[in-house]
């Protein structure tokens, strides 16, 4: 490995590494009394919200089983899951059990529970919804039309490096992190348990997934221009960071 390389690896490394020291003696918005940031992005006034199916537990096997079961698919079959899946879906990796004054109490952990990341979902089949990109909104459990466009297939895939299995699921969850809802508290310490964060997202999503079986695949190899431009967001203070698709899968896949 040249030292070029090395180099840059060992400054990847660093935001594995804890620096948690610093935070008491440094100065954040929440300590300087600003304004807690938003639970989620605000969205016009006169948006039409799509409102989604009461979250139930829709789970046909133990955690224990889900567990042993779990693996990532790639491969999916052409039918379209229904809206009450989507909803158990969408419920169980951000769902608000609670909101408080400066916190949301949800289905994942979160560091401080600051929560900082919004669910994008590309809809492909999904029974009552067109084709489209949609955003969830937690506190209301309801969508927003994000974008429709005919070609949203293709570019995702181009937009994942050509992973064309990406393209055939009936649904893609998109995860994209406003990082200062993490940094309002945190401040330079905030970037790893973001990442931390979303693992605790996706490996719901995997668990809730197998639970009612169906198939989905953590995917971090990506374009981050061309995926923040798919999404249709700014990729300075919103951008994606993970992404999983989801759909039915054939008997015996691995």
């Given at each position: 490995m040249d030292e070029y390389s090395m180099d840059e690896i060992k400054r990847g490394r660093m935001i594995l590494k804890s620096d948690w020291e610093i935070v008491d003696n440094f100065k954040s918005d929440q300590k300087k009394g600003v304004l807690v940031p938003p639970f989620e992005k605000p969205y016009p006034e006169n948006a039409s919200l799509i409102s989604?199916?009461?979250?139930?537990?829709?789970?046909?096997?133990?955690?224990?089983?889900?567990?042993?079961?779990?693996?990532?698919?790639?491969?999916?079959?052409?039918?379209?899951?229904?809206?009450?899946?989507?909803?158990?879906?969408?419920?169980?990796?951000?769902?608000?059990?609670?909101?408080?004054?400066?916190?949301?109490?949800?289905?994942?952990?979160?560091?401080?529970?600051?929560?900082?990341?919004?669910?994008?979902?590309?809809?492909?089949?999904?029974?009552?919804?067109?084709?489209?990109?949609?955003?969830?909104?937690?506190?209301?459990?309801?969508?927003?039309?994000?974008?429709a466009d005919r070609y949203l297939r293709e570019q995702l895939i181009r937009a994942t490096l050509d992973q064309v299995f990406i393209g055939d699921a009936a649904v893609v969850f998109i995860w994209a992190a406003i990082p200062y809802r993490t940094e309002w508290r945190y401040g330079p310490v905030s970037h790893k348990v973001i990442l931390i964060d979303a693992g605790h997202v996706c490996e719901n999503l995997y668990l809730s997934c197998e639970s009612i079986n169906l198939g989905t695949c953590a995917v971090a190899a990506y374009s981050q221009k061309q995926m923040d431009e798919f999404v249709g967001i700014d990729g300075e203070d919103e951008f994606v960071v993970y992404l999983a698709p989801v759909g039915k899968v054939p008997p015996q896949v691995i």
């Open positions: 989604l199916p009461v979250a139930k537990d829709l789970s046909e096997k133990s955690v224990g089983k889900a567990i042993v079961d779990r693996m990532s698919r790639r491969k999916f079959t052409d039918e379209p899951i229904t809206l009450e899946e989507l909803s158990f879906l969408l419920w169980a990796t951000q769902g608000v059990k609670r909101v408080g004054k400066v916190a949301t109490l949800r289905t994942v952990p979160s560091a401080g529970a600051r929560h900082p990341f919004e669910t994008y979902l590309y809809v492909r089949k999904v029974e009552g919804l067109n084709e489209a990109i949609y955003r969830y909104l937690p506190l209301e459990h309801a969508l927003i039309l994000q974008k």
